[in-house]
């Protein structure tokens, strides 16, 4: 029949973005305009040095205590990316980088992931970077084949990891099932993507909900620290650069106090509005292009 050529396109779009029931880890709200940002901007790019790129996100003044934001890469993991953006600033080359982005429901919002990618691709030209969250995941939720051959089928360059959140909101949180959940997901992907550089991501930091006396409250979310480090201990014991969005904006004493008080996060206190999540784009992308700058002046 002339409908069985449609099938695998309909078999990848369900696997993208399929249909899931409840979750606490529900989607952000669609965001597709900067007008009305408010409480910080980016500064504009110019061209220094050379071959290097000036970037800097300004922060909400109520953002206290984060760490540098860099990339975590000490064995130069991302060195063919990074060497790729060179060739296509350069104009050596005109060939799209691929990049795949998978993780739960910050990714899924598309707006985290999609500002990072237009961001790179205004300033490096052709890049294909494709975003594949699920509402509710976690590490397991990639480990399935089909998703697997969905993403294989993307024939990335780069891959980007962001899980941690829905993790640590299980209040049963092991971190050494946690450790052995990256090790599932991430083995399935170097076997079916050998050669592949990996960067992971650390989560931006949520609030534990609590019914008291009729009323809901919020704490933070302890495990969340845990589930970090868990992230930071996988990439240094197998090799992988990791970006430690946690800690640049606060780590446990301050990622969730620092996101509240900018008012960048949703009543549920678990996800973000869009200039929370245009933030943590940003933050992203300028981690990128430090590292970009320090391999080009290397």
Known sequence: MRMNKYIPILLLVCLVHPSIGWSQDRIPRRFTSRKGMKSFRSLPERRVGGDTIA??????????GGTPNRLIDSLQVLTP?????????????????????????HVRGHIYPQTTAQKLIETFGPISYTDLGVNGATCLTFTHPQRIAAITALKPELLILSFGT?????????????????????????????????????PPGSYDSFRRRRRRTYAINPRTQTAARMI?????????AVWDLYNVVGGGQ?????WAEARFMRPDHVHY????????????????????NDYVSD
């Open 55 to 64: 970037v800097g996100t300004v922060l909400p003044a109520t953002f206290k």
């Open 254 to 258: 301050r990622a969730c106090k620092n």
């Open 232 to 240: 930071l201990k996988y990439a240094a014991d197998h090799e992988l």
């Open 166 to 202: 829905n993790e640590s909101h299980n209040r049963s949180y092991n971190a050494n099932t946690h450790y052995q959940q990256m090790d599932e997901l991430i083995g399935l992907l170097h076997d079916s993507l050998p050669g592949v550089p990996i960067l992971l991501t650390t």
């Open 81 to 105: 990316v990074l060497e790729r953006l060179r060739l296509l600033k350069t104009g050596v080359s005109e060939d799209s980088l691929r990049v795949v982005h998978i993780g739960d429901s």
């Open 273 to 292: 509005v869009p200039e929370g999540y245009v933030l943590q784009g940003e933050l992203l992308y300028e981690a990128i292009i430090k590292a970009y």
